[in-house]
C-alpha cells in the first residue's frame, strides 16, 4: 500500500523536537537557518497510508502571500523558518486536495548547495522557490517534494496583484513563490502553473522576452505570452513569459526561478535549460533567471 506525506511541522528548539519525535514524526535533518545564525529550526513529517495526502505546499515571506492560502483552505504552520536570524518571516502552509492538478506528496527534503540543488531535477523533485534563509544571509536553502506520480506543466499565468490569489489556489495553480521583481521596488509578481500527470496535455517550450524585438520574434515564432509584464511597477525593460503547447517532444516537468547566479553553471550541467535574460533586466533588482527541466 502507497504512503504519503500526510502530515507535517515544524521544531525551533530541543522540546519541540521530542515532542515531535514522540509523535512519530520524522526530522528532515538539515538546519533551516544554515549559515544565517538563529535558532536550529527542523522539518518534520508524517507519511501514513490511511490518511489524506497533503498534495500542495507553498511558502510565504510577507502577510498578502496568506491571505488567498488561507481562503482557499491551506494549513499554516506557525512557526517562523527565519527565527532568530533577522530575515523575512517566512512560513510553510500546506494542503491536501483531490482531482486533476492535485498529486499526492511522498517525498520531502531541504538542500543548502547547488550541486544538491541541480541533482534534484534529475531525480524528478520539484522546488519551492522561497529561499528559506530569505533575508537573512547565509546559504540559500530551499525545500523540495517529490510526487507519486510524474507530473508536467500543463499552464503558466502571473499575477501583478494579490486579488485574484484565491481564485488560482481554488482553481488548483501552484504559486512560485519569489517575487519576479524582487529588490526592484516593483510591484509584487508572481507566475503560477498548473500541473498535470498526462503528459499529452504539457507545454512543451517557455520562452522570455525583455524587449520589444524578442516579443516580436517570440509572437512570429507562434509563442503564447502571459499578459502580465514580470517587471511591473518598474523603471525597468516590459518581461514577459510567453509558452507552446505543441512543436517539441519533450514535455516540461518542471519550471524554477533562479536567483543565486553561482549555481548556473550546476543547472546545466544537470541538463536544466537556464533562459540567460535577467527577468529584472533595467532596474536595480535582484538578477533572476527562469530556469526549464524537461
Given amino acids: 500500500m502507497s504512503t504519503y506525506i500526510t502530515q507535517l511541522d515544524v521544531s525551533l528548539h530541543e522540546a519541540e523536537e ?16 544554515k549559515g544565517a545564525g538563529g535558532k536550529y529550526i527542523y522539518i518534520w513529517y508524517k507519511k501514513e497510508s490511511r490518511t489524506a495526502p497533503i498534495t500542495g505546499l507553498q511558502v510565504t515571506f510577507n502577510d498578502d502571500m496568506g491571505v488567498g492560502l488561507i481562503n482557499a483552505g491551506y494549513t499554516k504552520i506557525n512557526k517562523d523558518l527565519n527565527a532568530g536570524a533577522g530575515g523575512n518571516f517566512i512560513y510553510l502552509w500546506y494542503f491536501r486536495g483531490s482531482g486533476e492538478y492535485h498529486t499526492p506528496i511522498v517525498e520531502i527534503d531541504v538542500t543548502i548547495d547547488a550541486k544538491s540543488e541541480a541533482h534534484k531535477f534529475l531525480q524528478n523533485w520539484e522546488r519551492l522557490d522561497c529561499d ?31 486579488g485574484s490569489d484565491t481564485e488560482y489556489f481554488l482553481e488548483g495553480y501552484i504559486r512560485v513563490d519569489e517575487d519576479t521583481n524582487r529588490g ?3 510591484a509584487y509578481v ?9 503528459s499529452q496535455h504539457a507545454l512543451r517550450d517557455l520562452k522570455v522576452s525583455t524587449n520589444d524585438l524578442h516579443y516580436q520574434s517570440l509572437k512570429q515564432q507562434g509563442y503564447t505570452s502571459v499578459s502580465v509584464n514580470l517587471n511591473e511597477g518598474t523603471r525597468g525593460n516590459k518581461v514577459y513569459l510567453w509558452y507552446k503547447k505543441r512543436g517539441c517532444n519533450n514535455p516540461i516537468k518542471a519550471i524554477t526561478l533562479l536567483l543565486n547566479t553561482d549555481v548556473v553553471q550546476e543547472y546545466k550541467k544537470a541538463g536544466v535549460n537556464v533562459i540567460d535574460r535577467n527577468i529584472n533586466l533595467g532596474n536595480n533588482g535582484h538578477t533572476e533567471y527562469l530556469c526549464v527541466y524537461q
Fill in 184 to 186: 526592484a521596488n516593483g
Fill in 132 to 162: 528559506l534563509n530569505r533575508g537573512a544571509g547565509g546559504n540559500f536553502i530551499y525545500a523540495w517534494v517529490k510526487r507519486e506520480k510524474q507530473t508536467y506543466i500543463c499552464d503558466v499565468s502571473a499575477t501583478d496583484s494579490y
Fill in 18 to 33: 521530542e515532542k515531535l519525535q514522540s509523535q512519530g514524526f520524522k526530522k528532515i535533518n538539515v538546519d533551516l537557518n
Fill in 190 to 198: 508572481f507566475i503560477w502553473y498548473h500541473q498535470t500527470t498526462d
